[in-house]
């Protein structure tokens, strides 16, 4: 098992990524790399996320300093996570289809 941006994961490789040693480094901030998740993003803001399905997505992530939560966005809606470690629905990814929160004190340190 690797980490990833506080993620951790069983690392898929995809188009884009680099082996060294067996060992796959995945970059969610290369926004060269595709998926054919439509809610994916590669770019600013993008970290690896655990999730039920095959392999972790990279999706955009904030941390609302406010409310003390983290917030992960799939395409424009946003999923608010209540608590470490729950599974969320992703919007329009289909049935069953979900993203595990990561630890808030991991995801936002400050």
Do not use: W
């Not at 970059?27 to 803001?45: K, P, R, V």
């Not at 992530?61 to 003390?68: G, N, Y």
């Not at 992960?72 to 289809?97: K, L, T, V, Y």
């Amino acid at each position: 098992m690797h980490t990833a941006d506080y993620c951790p994961m069983n690392v898929v490789p995809l188009e884009g990524t680099n082996t060294m040693n067996g060992v796959f480094e995945f970059n969610c901030n290369n926004d060269t790399l595709t998926s054919d998740e439509a809610f994916e993003y590669f770019g600013d803001g993008s970290r690896c996320i655990e999730t039920n399905m095959d392999r972790p997505l990279c999706m955009r992530m904030v941390c609302d300093t406010d409310r003390q939560k983290v917030v992960i966005f799939a395409n424009n809606d946003r999923i608010i996570c209540q608590n470490d470690g729950d599974f969320m629905d992703i919007p329009g990814a289909g049935s069953g289809s979900k993203v595990q929160c990561p630890m808030l004190n991991l995801a936002c340190p400050e």
